[in-house]
């Protein structure tokens, strides 16, 4: 059947060579890559990490684990607006939005607020959508932390136990910090 443009390409088959036929030039070709991996890794410094123990330094356009921020005088940012929720093209953000009570306002910054918020680092792309689209700067991806490793898949889903960035300011860096279970306990006895 003939194309309607008569633009398709012509290609002749050419009879292959004996030695094409046994797969010679690719076999030696392939043992060429790997005799050159294995004499650069003997003489050069070795190429992999032993992570989590040692790390390779971050790119500056790093963008790793992510932090709800605090402003000034300690209260959430968060005012589960749901836009980064909306902007996260993995589905990996999920909230329910709560309304402050009296006397909380200490504690949250607007009248709304996140009463759960959950990030699913196995579906996370760490694209940092989610951070453009936060019209309170509430969620800052840290350019020197990344997700550590572990071994159960619900522990991949980072709470706000997890997120919040602490209250003390001394517990604070510029960048943010990730809050462990420990200090999350510590806060919230802070707080009450």
């Given at each position: 059947?003939?194309?309607l443009s008569?633009r398709?390409?012509?290609l002749?088959k050419?009879?292959?060579?004996l030695?094409?036929r046994?797969?010679?030039p690719a076999?030696?070709?392939?043992l060429?890559?790997?005799?050159?991996?294995?004499?650069r890794?003997?003489?050069?410094?070795?190429i992999?990490?032993?992570y989590?123990?040692?790390?390779?330094?971050?790119?500056?356009?790093f963008?790793?684990l992510?932090?709800l921020?605090?402003?000034?005088?300690?209260?959430?940012?968060?005012?589960?607006?749901g836009?980064c929720?909306v902007?996260?093209p993995a589905?990996a953000?999920?909230m329910?939005?709560g309304?402050?009570?009296?006397?909380?306002?200490?504690l949250?910054?607007?009248?709304?607020?996140?009463?759960?918020?959950?990030?699913n680092?196995?579906?996370?792309i760490?694209?940092?959508l989610?951070?453009?689209?936060c019209?309170?700067?509430?969620i800052?991806?840290?350019a020197?932390k990344?997700?550590?490793?572990?071994y159960?898949?619900?522990?991949?889903?980072y709470?706000?136990?997890?997120?919040?960035?602490?209250?003390?300011?001394?517990?604070?860096?510029k960048?943010?910090?990730?809050?462990t279970p420990e200090q999350?306990?510590?806060?919230?006895?802070?707080?009450?």
């Amino acid at each position: 059947m003939e194309s309607l443009s008569n633009r398709a390409k012509k290609l002749e088959k050419k009879p292959m060579t004996l030695a094409e036929r046994a797969y010679l030039p690719a076999i030696f070709q392939g043992l060429s890559i790997t005799m050159q991996h294995f004499f650069r890794a003997a003489t050069k410094k070795q190429i992999t990490v032993r992570y989590p123990e040692e790390t390779r330094p971050f790119s500056p356009v790093f963008r790793g684990l992510h932090v709800l921020k605090r402003d000034e005088q300690g209260r959430e940012r968060c005012t589960a607006c749901g836009l980064c929720a909306v902007a996260c093209p993995a589905e990996a953000i999920t909230m329910v939005a709560g309304e402050r009570k009296k006397g909380e306002q200490n504690l949250y910054r607007e009248e709304k607020y996140a009463v759960s918020y959950e990030i699913n680092m196995l579906r996370c792309i760490f694209c940092g959508l989610c951070e453009e689209a936060c019209p309170k700067a509430a969620i800052y991806l840290q350019a020197d932390k990344m997700a550590p490793p572990r071994y159960e898949r619900d522990e991949f889903i980072y709470g706000k136990d997890r997120l919040v960035e602490p209250v003390s300011p001394d517990n604070r860096s510029k960048r943010g910090i990730q809050l462990t279970p420990e200090q999350a306990d510590k806060l919230r006895g802070q707080l009450a």
